[in-house]
């Protein structure tokens, strides 16, 4: 079973414009979040984090929302840029179990 | 600093052979992990320790076997490799269970 999902494979933009990956979760018992971005052939990298007790996390061209309601949760990068392209997994913590989504493919075209 | 280190990069193996895939870090973390990478399905957590002589299962424990004797030192181990295995290998470290995690670079391994 999946308890965190990434139901966009993929998403393309346009240099200068935002970027909103998306991520869903189903287990309420997850506490923290974050986002790490991976280029091919190469470990994951931490992007940003954000507890359940707060809704938005800021760090340079990267935000992170969190709706604790809905089990949703959503990176947004403006302005995207093409060294953003890579793949970018949420990840949710709880319990000593940490699970990944799938993994959305970035793609920001010049 | 190294950071997280990982041997081998790639490794072909027979249906039936063992092995030990390596991982080390030099950043004093208590908290190891080791994840497989499939196609469609993200990063699933395999096993983990949360300090020297301790470890504990994941997601996806069968068909591998651990240990931590050390705090820089977590092999993974492949008892008799199956075709099921083929995947990408990512060993982790951080401070925290669920803290910002440093990843290695992987290990490609196949099974024929």
């Known amino acids: 079973d999946q308890q965190v999902k990434q139901n966009s494979p993929s998403l393309s933009v346009q240099e200068g414009r935002i970027s909103i990956l998306n991520c869903d979760y189903t287990n309420s018992m997850f506490d923290y979040f974050l986002w790490y971005k991976k280029y091919p052939a190469e470990g994951p990298t931490f992007l940003i984090s954000?507890?359940?007790?707060?809704d938005k996390n800021e760090d340079g061209r990267f935000t992170v929302f969190l709706n604790k309601s809905a089990k949703h949760l959503s990176l947004h990068i403006v302005p995207s840029q093409p060294g953003d392209s890579a793949v970018y997994f949420c990840?949710?913590?709880?319990?000593?179990?940490?699970?990944f989504g799938a993994g959305t493919r970035l793609t920001v075209k010049p | 600093n190294a950071g997280v280190t990982q041997t081998p990069k790639f490794q072909v193996l027979k249906t039936g052979q063992s092995m030990t895939l390596q991982c080390a870090q030099d950043?004093?973390?208590?908290?190891m992990s080791w994840y497989r990478q499939d196609p469609g399905m993200g990063l699933r957590l395999i096993h983990y320790?949360?300090?020297?002589?301790?470890?504990d299962q994941g997601e996806v424990p069968n068909g591998y076997n651990v240990s931590r004797s050390t705090t820089e030192d977590f092999p993974l181990r492949l008892l008799s490799a199956a075709p099921s295995q083929t995947s990408v290998y990512f060993c982790a470290s951080s401070f925290t269970v669920g803290g910002e995690q440093y990843f290695g670079p992987g290990t490609r391994l196949t099974v024929t």
């Open positions: 954000i507890s359940s007790i707060k």
């Open positions: 990840a949710a913590v709880g319990n000593n179990d940490m699970r």
């Open positions: 950043m004093n973390h208590e908290y």
């Open positions: 320790s949360v300090g020297a002589g301790i470890t």
